[in-house]
């Protein structure tokens, strides 16, 4: 028994010692650190006896942390940060502002000075921000909102907010884009870095004479001329309207040109004083969108069977069909071998229908009135279809015709004083294309 008890105060001494000794262990290696030398002696320590790494890495990674947050805590009082945030999703000025630092006193004060020139609820997700702050006093705040001005606020001694809306100087060249298709218009625009806007533009433009998917052939050539706007950095920061477009196919040659009547409608005109705008649209969908090769389908055109008296438009489903032209809904709904359906009425003598959508655009009903343009449903491939295409017929005096071929009436056409105003504003425009003549392809 007694053995035992010596046994067990024998181990309970040895573990008492134990402690003790690494509490002795430990505590110089704590007294040094008080006393450590830098941060830079240590590093090379490190270097020096790799035997203590394990050690001196742990204490230095301590020394990192700690110190220099302390340091920074003491110091900012007297320093000038410059912040940039982007907004996000839920953001809002004065979380933003209060969120860098500033009182929400002052925040406030920036936001209602602000105000009367700009709306802050309108700054759009992802708008960039810079913030000038110190000591939780704003100094200043400003970001671009647009590609033409900037907005800025700047403390006024230690009082006020100045808000300035600031013009950027940019300069305005013409810009002329030729390009010659060699698979696709889409592909060709994209090859040759056509600005996206801008092929949407020229679509849009021709999507009232030309059939995108079957009239544009390989070596067909279009050309658009534009404004660019660079800033004093000399980047191209935005893009004008397309002044005008011209399509090169088989030989066929259209142009157009931007003018805007008196009564301030704009359009697009040929030299003639013709607007580009037809009461039908021939490609009733974003012709960049269209699948198969331009050119390269041949398609039954006219009523060979009684599904095809109208043509087709191979699309990904969900691409947007438009309405080609003003009009009432006269019918909407399943239609048989057409799937999906709609057709509208243009007037008394059109009429157009669109088969195997998708989907129809939601709340579209029945007798309802549609505008060029709008969206009315969307690609599939309901009914009896192969794969996701629209079928599009127009309908003149209650029978399909060829959309290729039909005459379809113009839309407006000037005249008089109007129509002199429209030739002399094509000279100045062919001043222009001949100046930029050199990048012209056609
Ligand atoms: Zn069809």
Redesign the pocket.
Known sequence: MSFLNKIGTVVITLLIITFIYFQLKNAPFYATKQTSPTNEEQQVKIGVSPKYNPKVKKEFKTEQTTPPEEGKKDRPSRRIRSLTVSVAQGDTLIAILTDAGASKEQAAQLISHLRKIYEPRNLPVGQIIHITISDKQLIRLSFTPSFDFEIVAELQGNKSFKVEKKKIKLAIEDKIFSGVITHSLYQTAIEQQLPPNMLIELIRIFSFDVDFQREIQRGDRFSLLFNIYRNEQNKVVHNGTVTWASMNLSGKKLEYAAYKTKSGFKDYYDRNGKSVTKTLMRTPIDGARLSSRYGKRRHPILGYSK??K?V?FAAPKGVPIMAAGDGVIEYIGRNGPFGKYIRIRHNSVYKTAYAHLSRFRKGLRKRHRVKQGSTIGYVGSTGRSTGPHL?YEVIKHGRQTNPMSVRLPAGDRLKGDELIKLKQSWVELDKRLNKAALKIVN
């Open positions: 599904m095809h109208g087709d079928h």
